[in-house]
Antibody
Framework: QVQLQESGPGVVKPSGTLSLTCVVSGVSISSSNWWSWVRQPPGKGLEWIGEIYHSGGINYNPSLKSRVTISVDKSKNQCSLKMTSVTAADTAVYYC????????????WGQGTLVTVSP | QSALTQPASVSGSPGQSITISCTGTSSGVGSYNLVSWYQQHPGKAPKLMIYEGGKRPSGVSNRFSGSKSGNTASLTISGLQAEDEADYYCCSYAGSSTFYVFGAGTTVTVL
């Protein structure tokens, strides 16, 4: 049973960098899963940010690609998200989610962490 | 603006059946039977309800079913219950450049 737990600063200043971590438990991060990030602005819908495979495969949402970096730390069994040049529009709950390799649906989700961009 | 169009809200009485539509493009929903549906209660994470158009994960009630016709995918909830009141999102794999797109979500209200 895959369990995901996001963590990171709850507030980031405009033009700063958002950094979040997703700790994976119940399975190795080197297993046959893609690790994704999805966000949800308050009162709005879901937006896929990007995904990473342990062997180095990475895909990003074209609309966010220039500002986003996703990485994996196998020694800590976690993945990370960095987003640069944030604005108020990046205020959202950020979720970590898993996709079984070869599939195209998000089968497990973390509880999410709220990030507010504010001076 | 979402690439997938869902109605903002759908309502029904307990015991009734309701259907939520999710309309995409011929190159997205129309080309792949890879739509998934997620249920989200307030303040909670999304939960996978349907994948690959009509498959249910273990543990999801068989009152939930999915289908597709042309460019439109649908989620049907039969025997509507109070606990089904939530937001529902469709998601489609959109190819190797866009990857995943979500609908704007549908709020289901049990009258």
């Amino acid at each position: 049973q895959v369990q995901l737990q996001e963590s990171g600063p709850g507030v980031v200043k405009p033009s700063g960098t958002l950094s979040l971590t997703c700790v994976v438990s119940g399975v190795s991060i080197s297993s046959s899963n893609w690790w994704s990030w999805v966000r949800q602005p308050p009162g709005k819908g879901l937006e896929w940010i990007g995904e990473i495979y342990h062997s180095g495969g990475i895909n990003y949402n074209p609309s966010l690609k220039s500002r986003v970096t996703i990485s994996v730390d196998k020694s800590k069994n976690q993945c990370s998200l960095k987003m640069t040049s944030v604005t108020a529009a990046d205020t959202a709950v950020y979720y970590c989610a898993s996709i079984i390799s070869g599939m195209v649906h998000f089968d497990s989700w973390g509880q999410g962490t709220l990030v507010t961009v504010s001076p | 603006q979402s690439a997938l169009t869902q109605p903002a809200s759908v309502s029904g009485s307990p015991g009734q059946s309701i259907t939520i539509s999710c309309t995409g493009t011929s190159s997205g929903v129309g080309s792949y039977n890879l739509v998934s549906w997620y249920q989200q209660h307030p303040g909670k994470a999304p939960k996978l309800m349907i994948y690959e158009g009509g498959k249910r994960p273990s543990g999801v009630s068989n009152r939930f079913s999915g289908s597709k016709s042309g460019n439109t995918a649908s989620l049907t909830i039969s025997g509507l219950q109070a606990e089904d009141e939530a937001d529902y999102y469709c998601c489609s794999y959109a190819g190797s450049s866009t990857f995943y797109v979500f609908g704007a979500g549908t709020t289901v209200t049990v009258l």
